[in-house]
């Protein structure tokens, strides 16, 4: 019998009714995002973990998880697997993200959202972003053949503003954060008739993003670590691996043992922490002011905050934070010691660790991963300390290392 997929169909998160997966929705009726449901015992018995060997290294290896009918081909750039790498001879490791095309996980959301939009028939898109998720939505909006609109707020990196117009998106500076941002693209749905791929106003990106959690799970022989440190601004990679691990336990490929969710943000905009210390299931207010420079986690309230606050009680986790000078520090000690560079969020994931390890939050026996969500290449540097040699002139070898 042939399988169009294994959805069985999407669930508001908040209230759990149902709607058909045969058509593109956007939020539920109640305003909450939608998630997808599979028909699960029917996945455990069409794959197993060894199909898994035979397959392509990449994140569409696990496709009877994910939504897209099987007979369509996925607009995909070709997203591998991602290392792991060990810090030093620690119990740490950095999951790589920025390996994925466009340089960020933003990749595994698009691929998944823009395929589905193109089944579903759609010619035009709309993102609000940060930076990274616009590169995204450009670049498989292009591959798609779709037009692509970006809006992002106006201190986002002139490298990544570049990489976004050079695919063939239209993109727009706006005098605020990624909120704002968010408004103006809910605000032209209906005169502009784009698709809105904002973070979890539809619900295929998370489908992509969980693909994270499925892969760790392979990657540790269908085992999960102790804890996992990830940057939260949206949160839909952390909602998507928690839900990859709901279906692996379900299907019976691993065991009852989840680790600590933590949730990271910045001292200059932790909203999603400072609800999880006073204890809430949700963010009250929006955070202000918002003061940094960390640009992928600035999401003053964030829609999916309920759902991100149930990962971290459901998994005994907890929100950490660090500076924005702290994770400039960190980034340029892993690059030295660890030849790893890291997106200013897997800095502040990394300083956050070490800072719970000197607090003994954390064991330092615990098995740890640390995400890195895009390459340190896509982020401001400090200048570069170089000398100047003049070629024609002789060289004094010895003073080299004054």
């Not at 199909?51 to 995909?76: C, G, I, K, Q």
Request: aromatic share 8%.
């Amino acid at each position: 019998m042939t399988v169009n997929s294994y959805v069985s169909h999407l669930e508001c998160s908040a209230t759990g009714e149902r709607y058909e997966h045969d058509r593109l929705h956007g939020l539920s009726r109640t305003g909450a995002p939608l998630l997808v449901r599979y028909d699960l015992p029917a996945i455990a018995a069409a794959v197993n973990k060894a199909d898994l060997a035979n397959r392509a290294p990449d994140m569409w290896r696990y496709r009877e998880f994910l939504p897209l009918p099987h007979e369509m081909t996925p607009v995909s750039l070709g997203e591998p697997i991602t290392p792991l790498i060990r810090l030093g001879d620690t119990q740490a490791y950095i999951k790589d993200e920025g390996r994925l095309p466009t340089g960020s996980f933003k990749a595994r959301g698009m691929a998944v959202a823009v395929s589905m939009a193109k089944h579903f028939g759609r010619t035009r898109l709309a993102a609000p972003t940060a930076g990274n998720a616009g590169a995204a939505a450009a670049a498989y909006g292009a591959l798609a053949g779709m037009e692509v609109f970006v809006f992002t707020p106006d201190d986002t990196p002139d490298v990544t503003l570049r990489e976004i117009a050079y695919h063939g998106a239209r993109v727009f500076r706006v005098n605020g954060l990624i909120n704002a941002c968010a408004g103006i693209v809910r605000g032209g749905t209906d005169v502009m008739g784009w698709h809105d791929l904002s973070t979890l106003e539809e619900p295929y990106r998370i489908e992509g993003k969980k693909t994270m959690g499925l892969e760790l799970a392979e990657q540790l022989g269908w085992a999960l670590p102790d804890v996992i440190y990830y940057p939260t601004g949206g949160g839909t990679g952390f909602i998507g691996m928690w839900k990859a691990f709901d279906e692996l336990k379900a299907i019976g490929w691993i065991d009852a043992k989840r680790p600590r969710m933590v949730a990271v943000q910045a001292t200059g905009c932790h909203p999603i922490v400072r609800a999880a210390d006073q204890g809430l299931d949700h963010v009250p207010e929006p955070w202000a002011p918002v003061e940094s420079q960390v640009h992928g986690i600035r999401v003053p309230k964030p829609l999916g905050d309920r759902l991100i606050m149930n990962v971290i009680r459901e998994s005994n986790g907890f929100g950490s934070i660090a500076s924005d000078e702290d994770a400039d520090k960190a980034r340029r000690d892993v690059i030295e010691s660890d030849g790893t560079h890291l997106s200013p969020e897997g800095a502040l994931c990394y300083a956050a660790y070490q800072g719970d390890l000197a607090a003994g939050r954390v064991s330092p026996e615990a098995h740890v991963i640390l995400f890195n969500t895009a390459t340190g290449f896509k982020s401001p540097m400090p200048e570069a300390a170089c000398s100047t040699l003049d070629a024609n002139a002789p060289i004094n070898y010895d003073a080299l290392s004054s």
